[in-house]
Structures are given as C-alpha cells and as structure tokens.
C-alpha cells in the first residue's frame, strides 16, 4: 500500500489477497472517498480522499483490512464467502448536476401546479359548476402535494452535514497557531446540521477568513493571556445551529475583542467618517465599519490577514446566498460573527406586494410580521421615519419613495411589513403568499439595487424579489 497526499493507492497482488470491499463501504459512510480509479494495466487501485485530514484513519483501517481484521471482522472466507451481505448495494452514486437539475424541475412543477390554482379561480369566476371546480382543485392538490414530497426527496440527497465544512479548519488551526506562536484549542459544535450542499461550498472561503481573523487578530499570545488570567490557550469554537428555515454558523474566541475606539480612530484617520460622527457612534455602529471594503485596524499587512478576501467580501458572499452577518464583541472576552443562512437556495416562498400594478415580492423567511397600524403612529425622528413597536423603534422604509414616487396618498392607515432586520417597510397592497422558484436578474435590471432575483408565478406574472439588505440601507 502506498499514499502520496490525498492518494492511497493498492497494488493488484493486494487486491487478489483481501477483499477490500468491507473497507470502501466504511470509507464510503464516513464520507472521505472523492473518486476511485482502477488501472487495468497494473491493476491498481487508487483512492482520492476528501481531504488529507482523514489519510491517517483510512490508512489504519486499510492496514487493519490487510492483516485481516477489517472493521473487526476477519477478511479470510466469511468476507468473500457468497452468502456476505453487501450492506449499501442499494446506493448509487449521481452525479451532482443532475440532482441539480432535478430540483429545478421539481420548482417548475411546483410552479405550474399554482398556475393550475389560478386556472381554478378563473374557472369558479366564469361559473362553471361548483362540483367540478372542487374536483379541479382537489387534483391541483394532490398535484401539489406530490411536488413538495419529491421536492423534500431531493433535498435530502443535497444536504451535507457542515460538520464535513469544519473538520478541514483543524489543520488549517494547527498551521496558523504555529506560525503565530499562539495555542489555540478549535471547538466544533453542531456539526450534525445539515446544509445545502451549495451552501457549504459557497461559505468555505468566508469561515476560512473569518477563522484566520480570530487567530491573527482575536486571540492573544499566551504570555498576554497569562497576564489578563486567561488560560494560556485560547479557545476558537465553530459553531452550527438549526434556527426555523434557517442555518445558524457562528465563528467565536475568547481572545481580546474588538477595541471599538481603535476601529473608530482608524476609520478617522482614513476619512471614512468625521471626528463627531465617530464620537456619536455607538458600539454597533462602529462595528459596521469592519465591513468597509479595505478597512483593517492593522498597519501592516502579514502573510495572515491581507489575502484579499475582507469582511466586506464574507458579508457580500453570505447576503448573496439569501442571509445576513452579525457581529458581536465584547472587551477582554472575544468576539463571535454569525452567518444566518438558508438551509436549501431552492424553492422560495415570497410575500406578494403590488404596487401601480406592478407585482413585488419579499422572501417569507425575511419578514417578521405584518401590521396595520393608523399613520399618525409614523414619526419623524433625526430626519429619519419611524415607529414605536412592541420590541422597540423600527425605521420607516417607504416603498413608493424607494422608487423615486415622493408623494404620499394620505390614507389614515398604512400596511408595514416588519422585517427581520430591523426597519418597516411601508407598503400599499399585500396580495398573499406564492412558492416560486427563483431566477437570476435580467442584465438591464442587474444594477438596479433593490433587487436581488426574478420570481415567475403560476399564472405566468414576473415579480421582482426585493432585497431586504439593500432595503435597510437605502432607508
């Protein structure tokens, strides 16, 4: 047997001593093969591992196989014999992009089965007998019910637990701590949360920033933590947790925090602000500024943090797959980012709005909760829009105002939507809720700036996807 990085690779004098099937099957459930490769000429075979960090396990299990002792079991007769069980011939291997594509086709389904409802509607309108658009609609049902079990089918065979995204940060953290000259203990909770498979590919480069953050930036040598009573070693956790429709992936230390007034005289000091804007900052503002393109309380750049890829690229990448960053610190206890984020970017459920008979849509999963409230309750308050809620002040985003309509209609109610960000959204007629598969911008809308994707409706009505985040800032 011989291993070279990722590769372990068997000779065919090997493969005719022992059946090494008992040993791929547990490669295989662990979730370490990538590929196999058999060569006929020399008949060798080649196993190229998911990473080099399992290469010591499945080199102790392949020597184990070979000496006969395979997952306990002896590979002498009772492995080959005729009558062994083949625990995962049940199980096929598929090729990514077509599980891909049949979720995409099982959106179109979906879709056109609410096309089907409002076919339905029309049907009731236009008089046709109630028992027959009963049974139209019972089919609908059923047609749509079948859609969302297929659907759900898929979207196991895509999910992944994010536990296989944390296990590659452990050499990643060993590397980094010795270089550095620090101790770090990496803590991984939640990795049985499962995730989209996209998703966990999409966010390996923003953790791995946010992971080198905390060890160069964070945590402290162990002579300054000795001094602060701290353990010498520092402690970084990988956090994953499961919250509604969403994903929870949090990336925490225990090191110094972030000195909120050096963030505040930097950001002077490069003219991001004014001395009596940075003065008025509060601490959750002031930590916003770590988002700034470029924006770093380092003077130099080292072989660590620098790479090019900022907080502004981790908040960018996150915001595009459909979540948000949120950044928590305190002085002397350390700082903790989380990325809430969509379990599947798949079918989406929006909330219709109309506007001057255009139709708009904000994703189910962002709005907290509709009020109606009477006007007089909006006030202006630093030239700002807002309103008094249960849990506190909300800013006032006016949906007619966004697209360039100053006038107001005066009515003595007004409609808002609540959104998990934090602002209210003003809005004049809401229709109800829609599954939609969602669709990239068309290019001349690309840089309009209030919206993030296309939506087709079942009765084939184009609504434009409001995004909540660009929504917080233009108010």
Not at 123 to 132: F, K, Q, R, S, T
Not at 158 to 169: A, N
Not at 354 to 366: A, H, K, M, Q, T
Request: include cysteine.
């Amino acid at each position: 047997m011989k291993k070279e990085g990722m590769i372990v690779e068997f000779s065919g004098e090997e493969l005719s001593a022992c059946d090494l099937w008992p040993l791929l099957c547990e490669i295989e459930e662990k979730n370490w093969l990538n590929r196999l490769a058999l060569s006929r000429g020399e008949g060798c075979l080649s196993m190229e591992l998911v990473s080099e960090d399992c290469v010591p396990a499945v080199v102790e299990l392949a020597e184990a196989c070979l000496r006969g002792v395979a997952g306990g079991a002896k590979a002498g007769s009772a492995v080959t014999d005729a009558t062994h069980e083949l625990p995962d011939t049940a199980t096929v291997r598929i090729e990514r992009e077509r599980i891909d594509k049949l979720l995409s086709l099982t959106g179109e389904l979906i879709v056109a089965s609410n096309g089907i409802a409002h076919l339905a509607r029309r049907l009731e309108g236009a008089g046709l007998p109630l028992e027959v658009v009963r049974q139209f609609k019972e089919y609908q049902n059923a047609l749509n019910r079948v859609g969302w079990e297929i659907q759900d089918l898929v979207m196991e065979m895509r999910l992944m637990p994010v536990g296989l995204v944390f296990e590659r940060f452990r050499r990643v953290v060993r590397e980094l701590a010795q270089e550095l000259g620090k101790k770090v203990r990496l803590s991984i909770q939640g990795e049985e949360v499962a995730v989209d498979r996209n998703v966990a590919a999409t966010i390996y480069e923003p953790l791995l920033h946010l992971v080198r953050n905390a060890i160069d930036h964070g945590l402290e040598r162990p002579e300054e933590r000795a001094r602060s009573g701290k353990p010498e070693e520092g402690e970084l956790t990988l956090r994953a947790e499961r919250s509604g429709e969403r994903v929870i992936i949090a990336v925490k230390d225990d090191g110094a925090g972030v000195d909120v007034e050096a963030v505040k005289r930097k950001a002077v000091a490069g003219g991001l602000i004014g001395r009596e804007e940075a003065e008025k900052m509060t601490e959750t503002e002031a930590l916003q500024l770590l988002f700034v393109p470029g924006f770093s309380t380092k003077d130099r750049v080292s072989q660590v943090s620098g790479r090019g890829v900022g907080m502004d690229v981790v908040r960018d990448t996150v915001e595009g797959l459909g979540g948000r960053v949120v950044l928590t610190s305190q002085a002397g206890a350390g700082m903790e980012v989380r990325m809430e984020l969509p379990i599947t970017m798949s079918i989406t459920r929006v909330l219709l709005i109309e506007w001057r008979g255009n139709l708009y849509g904000i994703p189910v999963s962002e709005v907290k909760e509709i009020v109606r409230l009477p006007a007089a309750r909006l006030h202006v308050l630093k030239g700002r829009e807002v309103v008094s809620l249960r849990e506190g002040t909300c800013q006032v985003v006016r949906l007619n105002r966004l697209f360039g309509d100053t006038n107001t209609d005066g009515a003595d109610e007004v409609t808002l939507l609540v959104l998990l960000r934090g602002i209210a959204v003003v809005v004049p007629k809401v229709l109800g809720q829609e599954d939609v598969v969602l669709r990239s911008l068309p290019g001349q809308l690309a840089g309009a700036g209030l919206f993030s994707n296309v939506a087709v409706l079942g009765n084939g009505d184009i609504a434009l996807v409001l995004d909540s985040g660009l929504l917080a800032k233009a108010g």
